[in-house]
């Protein structure tokens, strides 16, 4: 396991949701599932089956050197809920403009 990649990508076709206090904010079965060594795996949905127009762009900016600079996205009161690489590092760009969320449900 010490020679496996950082970060592996693995497209999912199975449904995937992902909830926020009770609201359905995506459902798509055309994730990307990131595994990155030392975090949980996370699932990074089309932009075209999240509900974008609930989601607000955060002020929070981060930058990983694996994936690159991030935006997060708030609904409502909750803030951060999710997060997008708008221009991902190179060997990243699968899950460009995709939305990642701290908590979704694998149907």
């Not at 396991?1 to 055309?30: C, F």
């Not at 089309?46 to 609904?75: A, I, N, Q, W």
């Not at 708008?86 to 149907?107: L, R, W």
Request: glycine share 6%; charged share 20%.
């Amino acid at each position: 396991m010490q020679n496996a990649p950082r970060i592996e990508l693995h497209p999912i076709s199975q449904r995937v949701q992902a909830h926020v206090d009770g609201t359905l904010i995506a459902d798509s079965i055309n994730t990307i599932e990131l595994h990155e060594r030392g975090y949980p795996a996370r699932h990074y949905f089309p932009r075209e089956d999240v509900r974008m127009d609930l989601l607000s762009v955060s002020e929070t900016t981060t930058y990983c050197p694996f994936k690159g600079h991030t935006v997060y996205f708030s609904l409502g009161e909750s803030q951060d809920i999710a997060w997008s690489y708008e221009q991902p590092i190179e060997g990243m760009e699968a899950i460009a403009g995709s939305v990642a969320f701290y908590k979704e449900v694998s149907e």
